[in-house]
């Protein structure tokens, strides 16, 4: 595929969509609301309206790939969400449905939803988990998994953790140990597999990059991205490497861990999953486009 005809900018992506609680703990919230400028259209199915999943829960990650709870990249939100109620079943489980309008020229249509993201919290115990998937039409599968961790989460001091983190991960790619403030912190990255080109500057501190059902969020310039990339020499989102990132942060080296933020991601999944969206989308509204016309009778005159 020609990277000039992915260049470009597609004017009938929007997304509406709401957040539904599914099972997890007793007390799951749920809260709903446009994630666009978009109005109006069908509502969205709850997810235990929506179809039934064609995958299956059971799976085995790669032994080459670094896991969190168990979880891989590349997984189903079935999947995803079986792994996490085995991890912590007081998790308060969320999942968000989103589907994308389109025209036929006279009327706003909207895609089949989808589950584009899911959120799991503890209050209790401090833990936070957010996962991200792509669109269609290849189906959600994982690309971004951020896990976080507070003071009520019982840690061990920060050398304890990093060498614990050594022990499960093995060397990371990248290591960083230093002071800010009053804030002592330390940050390892590993990269997988080997011999990919590390795309963009992962942060080495908090929130990474996070590229919502596959790229196409409201902020998140696809085409500038793949462009910034060219410039890099990468020509091929596919030869971005995958990574996980730990940062941590605490006051005193012989003080319990304050906060952990986790993310593994997979920008080239997330990439690929946009570009193969924005393709899908385009011959979605030209098919809807065509039977509006083929359709189409005089009036009586």
């Avoid at 032994?63 to 079943?89: F, M, R, S, W, Y």
């Avoid at 503890?122 to 936070?128: L, P």
């Avoid at 998140?220 to 030869?239: C, F, H």
């Avoid at 730990?246 to 997979?266: A, C, G, K, W, Y």
């Amino acid at each position: 595929m020609l990277w000039n005809n992915l260049l470009k900018n597609i004017s009938l992506v929007v997304m509406a969509a709401t957040f539904a609680a599914c099972g997890g703990a007793p007390d799951s919230k749920s809260d709903a609301g446009n994630q666009s400028a978009a109005s109006g259209g069908e509502g969205l199915t709850t997810p235990q309206d929506a179809p039934p999943a064609k995958a299956q829960v059971g799976y085995n990650c790669p032994e080459d790939q670094p896991t969190i709870v168990d979880i891989c990249l590349g997984l189903t939100p079935e999947q995803v969400t079986a792994a996490i109620e085995k991890h912590n079943p007081n998790l308060a489980i969320r999942q968000k449905q989103t589907s994308f309008n389109y025209t036929d020229g006279a009327q706003q249509l909207r895609t089949d939803p989808f589950i584009s993201e899911i959120r799991a919290e503890d209050d209790v115990k401090d833990e936070y988990f957010e996962f991200v998937f792509t669109a269609p039409p290849a189906g959600s599968k994982l690309t971004h998994v951020s896990r976080t961790m507070g003071s009520d989460s019982n840690l061990p001091a920060i050398e304890p953790f990093m060498a614990g983190l050594v022990k499960n991960y093995g060397e990371p790619t990248f290591r960083h140990r230093g002071t800010s403030g009053s804030f002592i912190k330390g940050t390892l990255r590993w990269d997988f597999p080997d011999g990919r080109v590390l795309c963009g500057d992962p942060p080495q501190e908090g929130s990474g990059l996070m590229l919502r059902t596959g790229a196409l969020s409201p902020g998140v310039d696809i085409d500038t991205m793949i462009a910034n990339l060219r410039s890099e020499g990468v020509a091929d989102p596919a030869q971005c490497t995958k990574w996980l990132q730990v940062h941590i942060q605490t006051f005193d080296e012989n003080e319990p861990v304050r906060s952990v933020d986790m993310q593994l991601t997979d920008l080239a999944g997330a990439l690929a999953g946009g570009i193969a969206t924005y393709a899908w989308l385009e011959e979605t509204e030209a098919q809807a486009r065509a039977e509006r016309l083929e359709g189409a009778e005089m009036p009586d005159l």
